[in-house]
């Protein structure tokens, strides 16, 4: 059964600062991995996606995430942290063959402070 | 691209009664449609997958009975809440699927529905 793991529930970060929000995650066979982010009482927004390919995925709103395969890992990166994107962030992990399900994780509130 | 819209965007209704919630997929045709309830301060728990044409397949511990799914067309799918209790009330968020059946691929999500069930 696949999985995802964000160990932190909160990520407090100052304005202009990086920020990193952790993902890991367990599925057979190669993975399919994503970042969206929601915003209050809204549906889930994309952010990026890792099929293949280069291990750095670049995204919108200037994010960024690598992929490693060693560490099962695929942590999201921001070089300089807007208060605009305080929000709730979610990985999720699918199988690159078959069914199209799709995991996700528990979800890592990001606070940004000014 | 990618959007897709749900309706309503809020709903209050009484016990007993049945509160139907559409997803459509504005600018694609999705073969694949996605519901999930999401609880506060957690994650979306899938409820089922919906293909265009054929019957929704359910997550375990998803009524089917109560949690009636439709996809009558690519563009179209509908949740259906029957004889809805306190229970049930809860925020469900849609999804629309790019890869087409038996692919993973990215997923575009309607803005939600919040249910508040009396």
């Known amino acids: ?114 | 691209g990618a959007v897709v819209s749900q309706h309503p965007s809020w709903v209050i209704c009484k016990s007993g009664t049945s509160v139907k919630i559409e997803c459509r997929s504005l600018d694609f045709q999705a073969t694949t449609m996605f519901w999930y309830r999401q609880f506060p301060k957690q994650s979306l728990m899938l409820m089922a997958t919906s293909n265009e044409g054929s019957k929704a397949t359910y997550e375990q511990g998803v009524e089917k009975d109560k949690f009636l799914i439709n996809h009558a067309s690519l563009t179209l799918s509908t949740l259906t809440v029957t004889s809805a209790h306190p229970e049930d009330s809860s925020f469900y968020i849609c999804s629309a699927g790019l890869g087409g059946r038996g692919r993973t691929d990215t997923q575009y999500f309607g803005p939600g529905t919040r249910l508040t069930v009396l």
């Open chain 1, 1 to 114: 059964a696949q999985s995802v793991a964000q160990p932190e529930d909160q990520v407090n970060v100052a304005e202009g600062n990086p920020l990193t929000v952790k993902c890991t995650y367990s599925v057979s066979g190669n993975p399919y991995l994503f970042w969206y982010v929601q915003y209050p009482n809204r549906g889930l927004q994309f952010l990026l996606k890792y099929i293949t390919g280069d291990n750095l995925v670049k995204g919108s709103y200037g994010f960024e995430a690598e992929f490693n395969k060693s560490q099962t890992s695929f942590h999201l990166k921001k070089p300089s942290a807007l208060v605009s994107d305080s929000a709730l962030y979610f990985c999720a992990v699918g199988p690159s063959r078959g069914y199209q399900k799709v995991t996700f994780g528990t979800g890592t509130k990001l606070q940004v402070i000014p």
